[in-house]
């Protein structure tokens, strides 16, 4: 006997057919294009439009090419320093804005959010000009030459580290690091037992969030690099306009690859402090 | 021999901008006392409390724990632990690392804190509970965590902020027994605030009653109860029912009064006469029947306006002309007896003089 199924309730979207259709139409238009991307790497064809049959000869390539290698390490390099630094700054701002009560303070909460707010393009021209105006030298070696694109990603990303922060310590008990105190702890050993582990993984979130707006910034980059500097988004541009060959395809799964590796490793990290 | 009070705090006061929290108070707390702080919600007995930690900065006045005065004491250093409201177990180190926390951070050699965390937890009956994480806890466990957390330190003076009322009733009877044992077995100073009197009666050998930042009395339970030096303090502790009065005369060494409600009787106190007073007696004091009780007793008739059953008791609320509510707790001590009382009944309420309280603040 065949069982009939029961209705979906009124709130079983899950069982709903236009729902389901709806939701594999969206990640397929997220998704399918990477998925492509990734595959058509592995294209044995030059045009890389059809497909033409499994290789890895465009990896091989794109190692062999020493400005696509210069560009790729620019960027993990300015990425590594930006995050850092504004995880760094974002932190100690957050916790300013949580823990004090100072003149001034909604003013700088909303002057937190315009690096957000404001359109790149306009962040990128007002960078150019600041370091043209300080005549910032250009012809340094390497790093230092990243020091303005690293000086331009900090200003726009720390904002969002600060606010990924500010939002976890919200929830932060203050009576725990009172707690601390009263049974013997300094402001120091309060901060690094207590305070520190509670904000992890805002520092970690915020951290990828930095990261990721770092690895793939192309305006602010275009308007503070130098001449000689090359990074990856300027880079693959440039090997576009002559168009999409796979080795483009191959240098990009690979930037990919790179970030989903920091994004595990950074989700096991938070694992064990998980708690509230 | 003169003991040292445990604490002594003399003409302290805080004020947060405008509003004055704590009001010059003055009290002194012994050794191995259990001393409750006890008022409503707002009345400054947690301030109060966090200023003995050195969480909050008095405005004016002196604390002294042990004889040494704590000015400019970092609560760091202060010789006291407190078990926060919240009880702010820290939700990522597991039980035992919550315990030892307070000797980890004061430089204890590692070998030393394993044995006191053992015994700590063997304390408050927490024994195996060592790799548990808060989460897994309940509230009246996470409360004993707190506890031996802060018992480890071996302080000279405990302070407790409301440690029972996020507990449900039976937890709280519960622990409050198990506070007051645990006072007596480690022999500290314990100071709690708490808006519960109940809990403050049962608990504490003396209780300091507060409103709006100043004491208003301080004494043990059954003096508090039975005395009470004003009409708040009065009111705040158990139930009363309270009658305006005037002072007629003096007469017969005692006086003479006109109470609104009851009419005029003679009470062997003193005071001016003219003088607007008030009259007090708990409810479990007023006797109810239905004949006119003896001579000497005060008797006001009435009728039965509200029952209210208990089980073990019965509270019966009588009216005794225009606005005048007499409460009266009945003991249910016979079967069925309750069932002689209804709503609309001709009844006398009747006490002893002597179980008379005259307020006159």
Redesign the interface.
Known sequence: MAKRRERAGPLEYSRKLWLRLWLVATLLFLYAPIAILILFSFNNSRRNIVWQGFTLDYYRKAAGDPSLLEAFTNTLTIGLISTVISTVIGALLALALWRFRFPGKPALEGALALPIVIPEICMGVALLAFFVRTGWPTQLPWPLNLGPIVIGHIAFSFPFVAIVVRARMAGF?R??E?????????EW?TFR??TL??MRPGLIAGGLLAMTLSLDDFVITFFTSGPETLTFPIKVYSMVRFGATPEVNAASTVLIAVTILFTVIAMRLQRP?A?? | MSVLPSVQVEGLAKRFGQIVAVDRVSLAIDANEFFALLGPSGCGKTTLLRML???ELPSAGRILIDGEDMAGV????RP???V???Y?V???MTVADNVA??LR??GVPRAEIAPKVEAALAMVRLEGFDER???QLSGGQRQRV?LA??LI?RPKVLLLDEPLSALDKKLREEMQLELVRLQQEVGITFVIVTHDQDEALSMANRIAVMDHGRILQIAPPDELYEQPNCRMVADFIGTTNLFPARVLARADGGIRLEARGIGELHLPEDGQPGIEVGIAVRPEKVRISCDRPADGLIAVPGRIAQLAYFGDYSHVFVDAGADVRITCYRTNDRRRQATALAVGDACWVSWDPADCILLTE
């Open positions: 008990d009576a725990l009172e707690a601390s105190k009263d049974l013997g702890a300094g050993q037992n207590i582990p509670y402090a708690g509230t | 930690a050195g969480l970092v609560p760091n250093r006291v632990n407190m926060f409201q919240s702010a820290f939700p990522h926390y307070g951070v004061s994480r808060p989460e707190a957390r802060a330190k």
